[in-house]
C-alpha cells in the first residue's frame, strides 16, 4: 500500500500546490453471502478486503469543499452551506453527498472549516467489490475526525448510504458501507440489516489453507438501471401481497402459501431471498462451529438462487462458478448485485493457479472477454492511516 499512499500525496500536492494535513482509507468488500437481502431488511454477511480507496484531505480558512480523484480529471467545488443532493453529479456526487448527508444527520456544518481532498483507490470501479461505499466510507471517516463530529460506526454507514441513495440516486442498502467501516482483519460482519446489530465472525481461511479468488468478469454492472430497481420493486410487491412489512418477516414455512399466492416470478424472486437469509445464518453458525471448509454448499447453492430464482446472474458469472467448482474450489458464487462484477471462490491455496488456468480457458472457449482474477484476504474497516 506504500506505493499508493505516495501517489495520492503527490496527487494532491499537483492539484492543490499544497501539502495534505491527513490521510484516511477505506476498504472495499465483497460479500460472502447474503445477496440482495440487504433491502429486504435480512441477514448480510460480507467481509472488508485488501483493496483501499485512500483520501488525503487538507484544510482550508473558508467554507469550500473540493474534491478530486486519480479517476477523473475535474476539480469539484462546492460551498459547504450550498451544499444540496439535487445539484450534485458524477462521481463528485459520492464525496460531496456523504458531506451534505452528515448534516442531515445532525451534523452542525455552519461553522466548520473548508476541506479539500484527493482520491486514489485500488478498488476496481464497478467490479461488484463496492468502489463506491470505499470512498463514502474513506470521506465520511476523514470529514467526521476533522470535522469532529462524534459520529460511531454505524450512523456513518447510514449516512454513506443516503449519500449513494439520494446524491448520487442509487437505491442501495447498508451491507457496502457497514462491511467498509466495520470490517476487521480474517472476520467477517455479520450484519441484521434490520436492527443494525451487527457482530463479527471469525473466517479462519489461512488457517485452514484457503484463499479467497475474484473472477471479475469485467463485464459491467449499472445499479441506476434496469434490474437492481426491477428486483427491489418485486421484493416490495412479494411483501406486500403476502401482507408483511418486509420479506425479512417471512421463513421457509411461509414458502407453500408464498407459491399459491404469488405469480411465478414474484414467488421466485421472494424465496431467493426466504432461503439467502436462512443460507446466512446456517454460514454463520457452519464459521462458528466448524469451519471454512464447511460453508462451501451454502456457497453454491447462494448462486443456484440467484441464477434460477433471482435471475441476476450472467453466463460469464455462471461460467466463472462452474469452473471453479469443477477445478477444486469448496464452494463459489457470484457476489454483488448482479448483471456483471465478479464472482467468488473459495479455494485451497495450492489449487488457485490451477482454477486461473481453467477459467482463462473457459472463458477464451466460449468467446467471452478475459476476466481478471485476483486474491482478497479479510481485512480491517476504515482508519486514519
Ligand atoms: P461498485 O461499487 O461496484 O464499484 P458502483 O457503480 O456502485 O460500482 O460505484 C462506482 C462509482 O463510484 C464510479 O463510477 C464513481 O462514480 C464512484 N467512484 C468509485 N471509486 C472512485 C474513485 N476512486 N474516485 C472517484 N469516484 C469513484
Ligand atoms: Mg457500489
Known sequence: MSDIRDDVVEGFEE??????SGIWSAPGRVNLIGEHTDYNLGFVLPFAINRRTIV??????????????AFADEVAEVEIA????ERLQGWPAYPLGVAWAL??????????PGVDLFIESTVPVGAGLSSSAAIESAVAVALNDVWQLGFDRAT?????????????????????????????????????CRSLESSLVPLGFEE????????????????????YAARRASC????????????????????????QILDDETFRRVRHIITENQRVLDTVIALRETGPHAIGDLLDASHISMRDDFEISIPELDLAVETAQLNGAIGARMT?????????????????????????????????????MFTVVPSDGAARD
Open 156 to 192: 456513518l454507514a447510514k449516512v454513506g448510504q443516503l449519500a449513494e441513495n439520494k446524491a448520487v440516486g442509487v437505491p442501495t442498502g447498508i451491507m457496502d458501507q457497514s462491511a467498509s467501516l466495520l470490517g476487521r482483519g480474517d472476520h467477517a460482519v455479520f450484519l441484521d
Open 103 to 112: 448534516a442531515q444527520y445532525g451534523a452542525d456544518l455552519a461553522g466548520v
Open 236 to 259: 416490495e410487491l412479494g411483501a406486500r401481497t403476502l401482507g408483511v412489512p418486509s420479506l425479512r418477516d417471512l421463513t421457509v414455512d411461509d414458502l407453500p402459501r408464498a407459491q
Open 336 to 372: 454483488g448485485g448482479g448483471f456483471g462484477g465478479a464472482a467468488i471462490a473459495l479455494v485451497p491455496t495450492e489449487g488457485i493457479s490451477r482454477i486461473q488456468v481453467a477459467i482463462d480457458g473457459a472463458f477464451a472457449e466460449h468467446g467471452f472477454g478475459q476476466p481478471t
Open 15 to 20: 492539484t492543490y500546490g499544497y501539502s495534505p
Open 82 to 85: 450550498d451544499l444540496s443532493p
Open 56 to 69: 488525503a484531505l487538507g484544510l482550508r480558512d473558508d467554507g469550500i469543499l473540493r474534491v478530486a480523484s
Open 208 to 227: 485452514a489453507g484457503l484463499q479467497v479468488l475474484i473472477i471479475d468478469t469485467g463485464v459491467s454492472h449499472s445499479h441506476a438501471t434496469g434490474g
